[in-house]
DNA sequence: TTCCAGGTGCATA
DNA sequence: TATGCACATGGA
């Protein structure tokens, strides 16, 4: 995609394939703030501020993204990714398979502009750690407060806390902070990451990914997807949670075979998908959610 | 009051 | 291997 970068700023004027609304809010963040139109981003220690440039018409032209950080943002954002490409090779996938594919076509169309974010990895871990059978809401509210009580005060925000800082919370701490039956986890997970290598993660397969994931208590199927998919830009995996399963039932399953486990719908969906799973699943899991 | 949310661990068969 | 239940919390 096309963007231009300068000091503190990068400038996106092919607006097919940047819409912050829909980046922002299809799930896959908790730190970030609308104001007005505009938002706040916040990753590990860094913060970006998106405005929306309108015309005349009160029609978006463009975006601007106002960071100190504009290398670590273009990153962030997936800037060097073609969209427009990911959406064919979907479809393809769809017709390759002889498939409906009017569902998915409908869910892109209304995720316009949803790029896949590069999110700061233990970040992500700890904040799916926290998702699990939570809302959305109450898990951005639950990381703002490990933030502003354990992180580094930056002057205009907190930082998310480094492992260190993170080493300090307690299960007590986590259950103040609202985190209820997930405080445990959340310790045995940053007892878990003082001794995780980050490099040597990166270099193994997928499937050796998942073993060491789920050998933390806390960490299930569905959240070592998501750390994969969020955290390390994994597109071969496809999170199963409770809205991506009514999706299955309702437009993928065979109705004389309902309620196939987690699993199963995980391994037909990522039979189909393949190397853009990660991709088709955020389209989804957005458009399921807005129906409410 | 009951149900639900970006589920998981554990006991049981 | 698979199924069923308990687990905190707050909003609808």
């Not at 502003?148 to 930056?154: A, S």
Request: proline share 1%; glycine share 4%.
């Amino acid at each position: 995609m096309d963007y231009q970068i300068s000091k503190d700023k990068i400038i996106i004027t092919d607006i097919s394939q940047f819409n912050i609304e829909h980046i922002l809010e299809c799930g896959q963040v908790f730190r970030y703030k609308k104001i007005g139109e505009n938002y706040v981003v916040f990753s590990k220690d860094k913060m970006a501020q998106i405005n929306v440039i309108k015309n005349k018409q009160n029609e978006i032209i463009s975006y601007e993204i106002i960071t100190k950080n504009t290398d670590y943002f273009t990153h962030y954002f997936d800037l060097n990714t073609n969209y427009n490409k990911v959406k064919d090779n979907i479809l393809k996938k769809c017709s390759f398979q002889n498939f409906d594919n009017n569902f998915i076509k409908k869910a892109i169309d209304f995720g316009y502009g949803i790029r896949l974010l590069n999110q700061d990895h233990f970040e992500t871990i700890i904040s799916f750690v926290i998702s699990q059978n939570n809302n959305i809401k109450r898990i951005q509210k639950i990381v703002e407060e490990i933030c502003q009580k354990f992180g580094t005060d930056m002057g205009e925000f907190y930082a998310f806390p480094t492992l260190k800082q993170l080493e300090k919370i307690s299960e007590q701490d986590f259950k103040q902070m609202g985190a209820g039956y997930r405080a445990q986890y959340l310790v045995d997970t940053i007892k878990f990451l003082k001794t995780f290598d980050d490099t040597s993660f990166q270099n193994q397969s997928l499937e050796s990914q998942l073993d060491v994931l789920l050998s933390v208590k806390g960490i299930g199927p569905k959240v070592a997807d998501c750390i994969l998919l969020f955290a390390y830009h994994n597109m071969h995996v496809f999170p199963v949670d409770t809205w991506i399963e009514k999706v299955y039932n309702q437009y993928f399953s065979n109705k004389n075979i309902q309620n196939l486990s987690r699993l199963k719908i995980r391994q037909n969906l990522t039979q189909i998908f393949g190397e853009f799973s990660g991709y088709i699943q955020q389209y989804l899991f957005y458009f399921q959610r807005s129906k409410l």
